[in-house]
């Protein structure tokens, strides 16, 4: 106990014991300084008696700058104090909801808004307590917000569905149960029979999964400890010590196969076999579980919906609605486009399909990747490649002879990841194709070949997905474009565009017939669109499949041919806003340094520069509303906004014509805060802030330090290249 922080333990009832730290931070910085050192050693304590760890109340300090209103900006001494106990504590903060505002100086102007109050967890309380919140109450008359820790149920047990674990293969029977599985013959086509025979082998593991001992971890470690006490009273027992080895044997088995197991579940492909990080690996789940959680929608009547029934039910109509569109065209204009394909391209993407092929890409997958419907990740191919390589490729090249997929291998889940925390609205989570691996492998061939033959058809005003054009690259000409922003030689405008749902609306009919008029051949667009069409889809929720609809519209994020599919799309908003540029309806920005560029793409990312003129603004509009009827991708006004020189006047004016709300830089673009000036540390601060929730103290505490090294080397450098 001390002045700013009252640690008390409570037991319920005998079934469970928890710590729960109560805090009121001091005002001055330093005297807080012994606030961040009772805390770590409370969680110290808890760590080593292995108890949850509730800590919450007013800790008068900001974890991040982002969680400031109004005022002068947080000091980053603030900052990294706060973030340095949590890094040594191994705390993170329960999931947020209600008033995430939890202070504010109640002022009508230079209004001033903090989150000074929050709960905490270590990893022994999420393991508990997972689906618990930390709700934000009214404040009332105060002007603080009341935090309260509600204790959500889980919901009722229901199976989940079949996934390959890749460390089965260590237990006995395993290799006879799924050679049996696969040796089954079917009567029918080459993907009939591949699923046949993943049918049976699915059905022969669960039998055998089943018939397992259960013995677990502890219970062997406990019996290798009682047996190494006993053999100290007989140290020359030969058939003690034969024990013992196998015993031994055994404990560093079932230790292998909790390390494999939890690692292909955190999907930590960047962490190298050999370290043992268990504890680690869990606590990436627990925590990915927690994020992911769906607790509460707010409902299609605008009311909120905590019954799990009704969350699923809401999930499953919105996606099946969502993919469904019937008043878009089906019969287009002739389009024109820049460039069309060549012989040689078609070509490379009517290749005949060899088995190197196909076994280059079962063999640099991922094997901690998520399976798809029928539960067989590329773990399982890879493992057994020498049984599955000839049915495989029968079915690889039956697709590609007759343009047909079975409906089966087509089906989907679709996994819901929140965009931001606290996301209550459907629209706020981004919906994650989980595909069977047999279909993505034919898609990562198609891949391969519009690799190849995209090169000379995408203009360089667009970077993803094209062999040789970087990221890194795209937002260097970015810079230097608005680098000159303000600087003389007339009116200039930085418009950027975010489209509605960009993938999930896509307008399939107009993709395929883009493709033609581009010059694909009508096999390979016939390809396309039984790939793109043919899918139906199950919602997952808390890991639970609700629902199965087909769809009409969209493309799947997390199919390998989307990002490709919708580059095609994004490349005839290039061929629209050319036609613009030479027929002088829109200016675009000219400088003594860099190229003529009117716009720039990078996935569904648009940035236009441009004269805005009152006609150029309308003109802009006009190819937006003419790309959106004929694709189906709508300008989403609420995102989008343009941003004026300091030489445009009637800016207002102007922001009307093309119809989004003027903004002032710095702007973001691809992550990065584009400015006339050279980029600032606040401006920058959202980038320190993301790669710090990265290495949280719940996630460091968990690694050697070997794993700390490559954590920061492989995850951390490639969000600052990023």
């Not at 050999?274 to 789940?285: A, N, P, Q, S």
């Not at 260097?476 to 474009?481: D, T, V």
């Not at 973001?668 to 949280?696: I, M, T, W």
Request: aromatic share 10%; hydrophobic share 40%.
């Amino acid at each position: 106990m001390s002045d700013q922080l009252v640690a008390i333990s409570f037991t319920n009832k005998g079934r469970f014991r928890f710590l729960l730290g109560a805090v009121y931070g001091h005002n001055d910085r330093r005297r807080r300084e012994t606030l961040w050192q009772d805390i770590i050693r409370l969680s110290s304590l808890a760590m080593h008696r292995h108890l949850p760890l509730l800590i919450m109340g007013d800790f008068n300090a900001t974890l991040y700058r982002g969680e400031k209103l109004g005022g002068r900006p947080v000091p980053d001494q603030i900052l990294s104090d706060f973030q340095s106990c949590l890094l040594q504590s191994g705390l993170r903060d329960l999931e947020r909801i209600g008033h995430i505002w939890t202070w504010h100086n109640k002022a009508v102007v230079s209004r001033v808004a903090c989150q000074l109050d929050r709960a905490l967890g270590n990893s022994d309380w999420f393991r508990l307590f997972p689906a618990s919140v930390a709700e934000g109450l009214p404040a009332g008359t105060s002007d603080h917000s009341p935090i309260l820790v509600r204790f959500v149920e889980s919901p009722r047990w229901r199976a989940r569905p079949f996934r390959y674990d890749n460390s089965w293969f260590l237990s006995a029977g395993y290799e006879e149960t799924v050679v049996g599985g696969l040796s089954q013959e079917a009567i029918g086509t080459a993907q009939f029979c591949m699923v046949h025979r993943l049918k049976k082998t699915k059905r022969a593991i669960r039998d055998w999964v089943r018939a397992l001992p259960r013995t677990s971890l502890q219970e062997k470690e406990a019996e290798l400890r009682d047996l190494q006490s006993e053999l100290q009273g007989d140290m020359m027992s030969g058939e003690m010590a034969a024990r013992e080895k196998r015993l031994a044997a055994e404990v560093n088995t079932l230790r292998l196969q909790q390390e494999i197991s939890a690692a292909q579940r955190a999907k930590c492909s960047w962490l190298k076999d050999g370290d043992r990080c268990t504890k680690f690996f869990y606590d990436v789940i627990r925590a990915r579980q927690h994020r992911n959680r769906i607790q509460r929608l707010i409902g299609r009547d605008g009311r909120l919906v905590t019954d799990q029934g009704a969350i699923q039910e809401e999930a499953v109509r919105f996606y099946s609605e969502l993919y469904h569109q019937t008043d878009y065209p089906s019969v287009f204009p002739q389009l024109i486009t820049k460039t069309l394909i060549t012989e040689y391209g078609n070509s490379l993407l009517m290749a005949p399909i060899r088995m190197a092929e196909v076994e280059a890409i079962v063999m640099q997958a991922d094997a901690s990747k998520a399976p798809g419907p029928d539960g067989f990740s590329s773990g399982f191919y890879k493992r057994h490649w020498g049984i599955l390589k000839a049915p495989v490729l029968a079915a690889v090249q039956e697709f590609f002879v007759t343009g047909k997929l079975l409906k089966e291998l087509n089906h989907t889940f679709l996994t819901l990841v929140p965009k931001k925390e606290g996301a209550t609205s459907l629209a706020d989570f981004r919906p994650i194709a989980c595909c069977n691996y047999l279909y993505k492998i034919i898609t990562h061939l198609m891949c391969r070949r519009m690799e190849d033959a995209m090169q000379g058809l995408v203009f360089r005003n667009q970077a993803a997905f094209i062999k040789g054009r970087s990221i890194a690259e795209h937002s260097l000409l970015a810079h230097e474009l608005i680098r000159e922003f303000h600087k003389p030689g007339g009116m200039k405008a930085c418009v950027k565009l975010d489209l509605r749902k960009a993938y999930d609306t896509v307008n399939r009919d107009f993709l395929c017939h883009l493709m033609g008029a581009m010059g694909f051949s009508e096999t390979w667009v016939d390809r396309v669109r039984e790939c793109i069409t043919s899918p139906t889809f199950s919602v997952l929720i808390q890991g639970i499949p609700y629902g199965f609809f087909g769809s009409s519209r969209g493309l799947r994020q997390g199919d390998p041919l989307s990002p490709y599919l919708f580059t095609l799309v994004m490349e005839y908003f290039t061929c629209l806003m050319d036609i613009a540029v030479h027929r002088e309806r829109i200016v675009p920005i000219y400088s003594r340094v860099s190229p003529v560029v009117s716009h720039l793409i990078y996935a569904d990312d648009l940035l236009v520069l441009l004269r805005p003129s009152m006609r150029g603004m309308r003109e802009l509009a006009a190819v937006m509303e003419e790309f959106g009827q004929l694709s189906d991708l709508r300008l989403n006004r609420d995102k989008s906004k343009v941003y004026f020189s300091n030489s445009c006047t009637l800016k207002e004016e102007r922001a009307m014509e093309l119809g989004v709300e003027k903004g002032d830089l710095p702007v973001k673009y691809l992550g990065v805060p584009l400015s006339v000036n050279y980029a600032k540390d606040r401006d920058c601060q959202s980038l320190v802030d993301f790669a710090q929730r990265r290495v949280e103290g719940w996630q460091a505490a968990g690694l050697s330090f070997g794993g700390r090294i490559e954590l920061v080397r492989s995850v951390i450098s490639a969000i600052a290249l990023f």
